[in-house]
């Protein structure tokens, strides 16, 4: 529990479930919480209905007042609401607005960015997800003083951690929530008082981690070996996941696993791209001369499934290709 001395008046800005540790984790460090901004409600499901974002939904559970703009730049009410309440800092994690320059100016502390990756590297909307994409071996967070830029502020604290071989972007998600939310209560009284120098970032080493797209997903076998598909469908857990075709139709692969060479070995010389059965086990050549067993597929149209339970419904000819 903080000191009253070192009680801070704070607004929050965050959106998904990724923010709610932070959000608790300030609560519980007895910090006053003066309002929490949230993105508008949205339509979520097949039946697409309305539903509050997980930040909203916490802080309501706490009774905290949660105010929505649509937009946040040019809102003279929303920015009269801010001047009023004067915080020391506004907290910002997920949010998914760019956060204007009145507001960066507005608190004495500035606005603190909770970040998933270890800046200067995979600035941007996705860094779990292309971290684990790319086969790193590992990220981090950031705890950073947002400017005008994309994720070019300067960096108060981090925290590196690393990325077990078969950790997907959800596994990932839980722990840097957690952690993030521990190395933010860390940092406040640090900045408040002075006692830790923000350092700048070397602009020239940064990556950049964008949106994820529908077609992140879809399996090149040609272009990339088993290991880079399967970093691949961890990273882009739970979506957009990894898919090809199969006979003109789409199919999912919800689990697979890299084959080793020395299983691979007996393997017929193969296009990448071509699948081969062998009792009730799938495989698909890959770049290079690698191999993936697929353990769990989705054909279109149809459940899911394990390999063995498909190849009992389906009939696959010998050198089959997919994509």
Known sequence: MTSPDERLKLVFCGTPQFAVPTLEALIAAGHEIALVVSQPDRPVGRAQTLTAPPVKQ???AHGF???QPEKIRNNPEFQTRLEAIQPDAIIVVAYGRIIPPWMLKLPRMGCLNLHASMLPRYRGAAPIQWAIANGEAYTGLCIMILDEGLDTGPVALQLRRIIGSRETAVDLFEHLATAGATL?????????????RPWFQKHGLATYAPLLTREDGRMDFAA???RQLFD????????????????GKKLIVHAMSVVVDSESAHFPPSEPGTIHIEGQRIFASCARGTWLEFLEVQLEGKKRVTAAEFLRGATIAAGARLG
């Open 232 to 247: 691949r469908w961890r990273g882009f857990q739970p979506w957009p996941g990894a898919f090809t075709a199969l006979s």
């Open 224 to 226: 990339r070996n088993a």
């Open 65 to 67: 007042e949660v105010v």
């Open 58 to 60: 916490a802080a309501l």
């Open 184 to 196: 933010m209560v860390k940092a406040l009284p640090l900045i408040s008082r002075g006692w830790h």
